[in-house]
């Protein structure tokens, strides 16, 4: 068998597996799927062995000899072990929504301000420690024999390969973490009555050989250091920057964790549905991708008026609202469907500038973008997404997201490589580039200018725990 660098990614919907030669060519992929339950509305659980199993058949189906192997994966997920490091429950998924009421307690007991100084994050209920409180209070038979907890990665690297370990990156996203100093919180676990034996190792992700999803996926298209964003245009939407220094957002309307580079942090914008949303209104259309999209792009920038809100199930960044909803803004009988779906791609461009606008605000002066994600395959969104950003967008030659960048962890851990950033000059390739359309750019300077007033009409009475970033500027 030829040897290579292999990358797992514990996903959502399955385990992708990636092979890669030590000059960054893919040598091939594989996938395994595996079930999402659902017993309850709201809640989002799989079983922890479904990934293992997964995980084996997709590095047996690659058909290569792997000289190393890195883990990404899913984050915020919770993976409760009994003595013998058997799971003892079904893992509860980051977009579980069951733990308001803890989530709630958290907020409530301990205080955004100090959370924001002992984590760098507020409390949300995707996070891993509301979880842990949500089976402390309904299910105590399981919690009284609980004796560790993994991230779903973790679980998979357990069982795989004999450790009991994680990265600094993905344990940031518990909420049982300080990320300012690159440890385990033990006033936050002091304060929801966590025992520190509980919690695994942790290391920086290069000595790990891992890293949650997203700051893999950034390093795997190249983000290493402050001046290139990570954009991704997936089912949800990303924008991330590498902080060469801790400093959080006062309102913690991003996420701040460890970045995938040792002493680096990452500092991150998500909202809820990017690609979704264009999904959202193919399926209701009933029209191929391609016909819809060449059809809108006959339309004019700002489509005439027409704006999205693209709040299809909440926002995270900047308005951390659960219940708000989305919207067709200023219809009138000339839009047809080309506008209905150029409107939802400018909608997801004004939400991801949201996010550049709230990074700005933490020193970061971006002079590009590497985007991914299925979005990016198409390129009328680029152009929209780069002229609404102002920033040139670069496409690399291999986009496999978060597999890419824990191959190239893997193969740091093992000495391939010196550094991470040793890995990305030998193995990360731009193949486009996408300009701003500088006729656009007055155009969405504009139309990003209307389409913030939407928030607070969709939500007029809304009050909320932090300011958005509309009541902050």
């Known amino acids: 068998m030829t040897s290579a660098l292999v990358g797992l990614d514990v996903g959502t919907t399955g385990v992708k597996a990636l092979a890669i030669s030590e000059s960054g060519e893919v040598l091939s992929r594989a996938e395994r799927p595996y079930a999402l339950r659902t017993p309850h509305p709201g809640w989002a659980e799989q079983d922890p062995d479904d990934w293992c199993r997964a995980a ?26 009994d003595e013998h490091d058997r799971a003892l429950r079904p893992a509860i998924l980051w977009n579980d929504q069951r733990t308001a009421a803890q989530t709630d307690e958290i907020n409530r007991r301990l205080g955004l301000e100090w959370l924001i100084a002992h984590t760098g994050n507020r409390a949300l209920t995707g996070f891993t420690a509301p979880k842990l409180l949500w089976v402390r209070d309904e299910e105590p038979e399981i919690f009284a024999r609980t004796r560790g907890l993994l991230l779903p990665k973790d679980y998979v690297r357990l069982k795989l390969f004999g450790e009991r370990l994680t990265d600094a990156a993905d344990a940031s996203g518990t909420l049982l973490f300080d990320v300012a100093n690159r440890r385990w919180s033990d006033e936050v676990c002091d304060a929801l009555e966590v025992p520190r034996a509980w919690l695994p190792e942790v290391r920086e992700s ?11 996926g950034a390093l795997g298209v190249g983000v290493v250091e402050p001046g290139t964003l990570s954009v991704v245009l997936g089912t949800s939407g990303v924008v991330l920057a590498a902080l060469p ?8 309307r991003l996420h ?17 549905s990017a690609a979704g949303a264009l999904a959202w209104l193919q399926a209701a259309l009933a029209a191929p991708y391609e016909t819809l999209l060449a059809e809108a792009e006959q339309w004019p920038p700002t489509t005439s008026g027409l704006m999205f809100a693209p709040y299809l199930s909440g926002e995270r960044t900047p308005h951390a609202d659960a219940d708000v909803r989305a919207a067709f803004v200023g219809l009138e009988l000339r839009h047809d469907r080309a506008a209905l779906v150029r ?26 973008a590497r985007v991914s994600g299925g979005g990016s395959r198409s390129q009328l ?5 780069a002229s609404v950003l102002g920033l040139p967008l670069e496409l690399t030659a291999a986009n496999d997201g978060a597999a890419y960048g824990a191959a190239l962890l893997g193969a740091v851990r093992e000495g391939t490589f010196g550094d991470a950033a040793e890995a990305v000059t030998q193995c ?13 750019l007055a155009h969405y300077d504009e139309g990003y200018r209307r389409w913030r007033g939407l928030y607070p009409m969709l939500r007029p009475t809304a009050v909320h725990d932090a300011p958005s970033m509309l009541a902050a500027q």
């Open 245 to 252: 220094r801790f400093a959080s957002d006062p309102q913690a």
């Open 381 to 385: 969104w680029l152009r929209i997404v």
């Open 206 to 216: 290069t000595e790990a050989g891992g890293a949650g999803d997203q700051a893999a």
């Open 343 to 368: 409107a939802v791609l400018e909608g997801v461009a004004y939400g991801l500038r949201d996010s550049l606008e709230l990074l700005r605000t933490l020193g970061v002066d971006p002079v590009t």
């Open 56 to 81: 084996e058949g997709a590095i047996a189906a690659l058909g290569v000899e792997p000289c190393s192997v890195g883990l990404s994966g899913q984050m915020h997920g919770l993976v409760l072990l």
């Open 256 to 272: 701040l964790f460890c970045h995938a580079v040792p002493q680096t942090w990452q500092a991150m914008g998500v909202m809820l």
């Open 428 to 440: 990360v390739r731009v193949r486009a580039r996408v300009e701003p359309e500088t006729g656009w």
